[in-house]
Nanobody
């Protein structure tokens, strides 16, 4: 059974930092890419970042939404069971529920989703 459990959300002042974690079980990073999405009140869910593990090169590939480039960093731990989203220089407009999700490598369809964690940035 696949489970994605997010943690690390909270209230932070603008300019501050938070690190979100997504504990993953039931799938392997050699087959699935991991993404972070967010949904602000009254808005549609939007892509934030994605990371995929390359079992051949033993490296990772990551990409980001333009709105977070240079401020957010996605990573995975060496045990390949947790994905992180380091968020720096947070802005009020980063306030949202953040979700992690898993998509088979080579696809853009995310098959599995976590329950989300709230991030609130005070201005």
């Amino acid at each position: 059974q696949v489970q994605l459990v997010e943690s690390g959300g909270g209230l932070v002042q603008a300019g501050g930092s938070l690190r979100l974690a997504c504990a993953v079980s039931g799938l392997t990073f050699s087959s699935y890419a991991m993404g972070w999405f967010r949904q602000a009140p009254g808005k549609e869910r939007e892509f934030v970042a994605r990371i995929s593990w390359n079992a051949v090169t033993h490296g990772v590939t990551s990409r980001y939404a333009d709105s977070v480039k240079g401020r957010f960093t996605i990573s995975m731990d060496n045990a390949k069971t947790t994905v992180y989203l380091q968020m720096n220089s947070l802005k009020f407009e980063d306030t949202a529920v953040y979700y992690c999700a898993a998509a088979r490598i080579g696809t853009q369809r995310y098959d599995y989703w976590g329950q989300g964690t709230q991030v609130t940035v005070s201005s």
